[in-house]
């Protein structure tokens, strides 16, 4: 479909010396197409009106230690069996100095070792009260912890930071230098037997997450809106499909009643919404309506999607002029570039017509013609001596 653009503009023509600026007089637009943990591996689990659990070693263990700032230093395995939503981290401290980080690795390294920071406290400035006893900290998110294998680590920025330490079989040591500068690394940068075998007193203090998770379905965007003109594959919403205990929708999406697919209107690709190559372009004005599953095992829930379809609007060519007020001296030679003009889609598309000059001032009687790229340099078509201190107009058309 052919769109244009006509905008006059004013020309000034001055003597040799002048400024040279140019102007946009006028123009319009036109309309266009276009619980519990409890294993061999875990020294202590207490079970508090089974609301919070603790992973990890609980006891004020026999031996002092100290001397380790700037090391990651890590106590485990710790097996956790039941899916649980980390609340805190505890650390005994004898005697405190320093800084401290607190943290939890996952079991993803080489053989079960290491792998995967999963949570960790803010840093912990210690002072003397915290002595001779748990240092406990919040952390910094609630994250949930699948059941599986888990180390606990603690960072001090100080030698003078003491602590306990002690012997049990099946939980060591694995340690790695680590600046404290630079907090606990995100992955456990090597493995490091720290020399004794030894753990120290740390636990993790989770909440169980208890009952049947439940699953739903939402929209991003929750209330979408599409043009009538929307072509087939343009994207309506994406499907959002979670488990309440924050387990990964492993299952299938699909339409189901009451509203299906609109009649074929949309589909679904992956969990996106898109329109359908039937399109909706006799719907502008109105509400249509959807409904997607969402199945996992013998679980499956469902939620309706209401799409705004707007009537279609055209793009239209803007044009603009640059620069912004022409003016040219009369001494200016055939040929001389007097203004660009600049059409544009205002949606944004390229545009790749041409311009032209039209009623009702056209070239100015010769004076002006266009050349350049998409032909829409004004440019200087005959001598303008004589004419000093005159406006000249032409008016030039943007048409695709």
């Keep these: 479909m052919l769109s244009k653009r006509a905008t006059t503009f004013g020309i000034k023509v001055v003597q040799p010396h002048q400024s040279n600026a140019i102007n946009l007089r006028s123009g319009a637009t036109i309309a266009i197409r276009l619980v519990s943990v409890c294993a061999a591996l875990v020294i202590s689990c207490q ?37 649980s939503t980390i609340q805190s981290i505890s650390f005994w401290v004898s005697n405190s100095a320093g800084k401290l980080y607190l943290g939890v690795y996952d079991a993803s390294g080489p053989n079960g070792s290491p792998g995967n920071l999963v949570a960790q406290t803010a840093l912990i400035a210690l002072t003397t009260a915290n002595r001779n006893t748990w240092v406990t900290a919040p952390t910094i998110a609630p994250v949930t912890l699948n059941p599986g294998s888990y180390y606990l680590a603690y960072l001090p920025s100080s030698n003078r930071l003491s602590f306990r330490e002690g012997l049990t079989s099946g939980v060591t040591d694995i340690c790695a230098p680590e600046p404290f500068s630079q907090g606990l690394p995100l992955k456990f940068p090597n493995v490091n037997d720290c020399g004794d075998g030894a ?49 990964q929708f492993m299952g299938t999406l699909g339409f189901t009643s009451p509203y ?38 013998s679980t499956s829930t469902s939620a309706n999607l209401s799409v705004i379809v707007t009537q279609s609007r055209s793009p239209t060519i803007v044009v603009t002029i640059q620069p912004s007020n022409p003016s040219v001296p009369n001494t200016a030679a055939i040929g001389t570039q007097v203004a660009t003009i600049v059409p544009r889609w205002s949606d944004g598309s390229t545009f790749t017509g041409s311009c032209l000059f039209v009623s009702p001032d056209f070239n100015d009687g010769g004076l002006f013609s266009l050349g350049g790229a998409n ?26």
Excluded: R
């Excluded at 992973?55 to 956790?80: K, Q």
């Excluded at 599409?226 to 499907?239: F, R, T």
């Excluded at 109105?286 to 599953?293: D, E, I, R």
């Design 375 to 400: 032909n829409c340099n004004i440019i200087v078509g005959a001598s303008l001596k004589g004419l000093a201190g005159t406006e000249q107009n032409v008016t030039v058309e943007a048409s695709q």
């Design 199 to 247: 753990h120290w007193s740390e636990y993790a203090t989770l909440t169980p997450i208890t009952g049947a998770p439940t699953l739903s379905v939402s929209f991003t965007p929750m209330n979408p809106s599409i043009p009538a003109n929307a072509v087939s594959g343009s994207q309506v919403a994406a499907v959002n499909a979670m488990w309440s205990d924050g387990s």
């Design 47 to 83: 079970v508090a009106a089974q609301t919070t659990l603790n992973l990890g070693e609980t006891h004020e263990l026999g031996y002092a230690d100290s001397g380790n700032a700037n090391l990651d230093a890590l106590s485990g395995p710790y097996v956790l069996n039941q899916k």
């Design 260 to 297: 299906g697919d609109d009649n074929g209107t949309f589909i679904l690709a992956g969990n996106e919404i898109e329109v359908s190559g039937s399109g909706v372009s006799g719907d502008g004005g109105t509400t249509q309506n959807l409904t997607v599953q969402a199945v996992q095992g």
